[in-house]
Structure formats: structure tokens, C-alpha cells
């Protein structure tokens, strides 16, 4: 299993990136997927994740964050829109253990490297 994600940079407050997270070694449409971020100091928290029929979302992300899966290209996505100071961190890539999307880290047992995104004027 390897996921490698892309997309990270520097942005303005208010500004937009697309996450990206390529997949390789096991068949991506059957897995849940999902996003997690860890600012400098803090914990390891779910931002979003995706099953086959459904999507979750932590509040503070709700109405601003994407996440969506190209199973034909093997690839999850996070658009995030309205992107706040707040919202600097590494995001990681994560496969969870099962079909079934969760909201904690033990949920998942294979990440990403992670890319660093952060949001300053």
C-alpha cells in the first residue's frame, strides 16, 4: 500500500488548494479514505473521510472542504475553499481498516508522508 499526497503550498486567507492522494497497491474503490491534519503542538485530527456512499466532514470544515474519490485514477481529494489561519497544518492521506469511513486515527492503518499547507498573508 503507498499514498502519496500532493497539493500543498502557502496561501492567502479566503484562498483555495486541492489536495490530492494517489493510491497504489490494493483496490482503491473498496476502501474508506480519508483526511487528517496535525498543526505544530496539536494532536492528529479527522477533517474528512469517504466510503462508497457517504461522506463526513468535522465541523469546523463543514460548507468549506470537499472530499471525493476517483476510482478510476485511483485518487482521493480535498477541496478546501474559504481556507483560514486556522486551517495550517501537514495533511495526510489515510486508508481505513475497513469499508467503513471513521473519524479517528486508530480507524486507519495505512497514511500518507503528508503535504504541508498553510494559510498567512
Known amino acids: 500500500v503507498q499514498l502519496v499526497e500532493s497539493g500543498g503550498r502557502t496561501v492567502q486567507p479566503g484562498g483555495s488548494l486541492r489536495l490530492s492522494c494517489a493510491a497504489s497497491g490494493f483496490t482503491f474503490n473498496i476502501w474508506a479514505m480519508g483526511w487528517f491534519r496535525q498543526a505544530p503542538g496539536k494532536e492528529r485530527e479527522f477533517v474528512a473521510a469517504?466510503?462508497?456512499?457517504?461522506?463526513y466532514y468535522v465541523d469546523s470544515v463543514k460548507g468549506r472542504f470537499t472530499i471525493s474519490r476517483d476510482n478510476e485514477k485511483n485518487t482521493l481529494y480535498l477541496q478546501m475553499n474559504s481556507l483560514e489561519p486556522e486551517d495550517t497544518a501537514v495533511y495526510y492521506c489515510a486508508r481505513a481498516r475497513t469499508e467503513v469511513a471513521g473519524t479517528t486515527t486508530g480507524s486507519y492503518n495505512y497514511w500518507g508522508q503528508g503535504t504541508q499547507v498553510t494559510v498567512s498573508s
Open positions: 469517504i466510503s462508497r456512499m457517504s461522506t
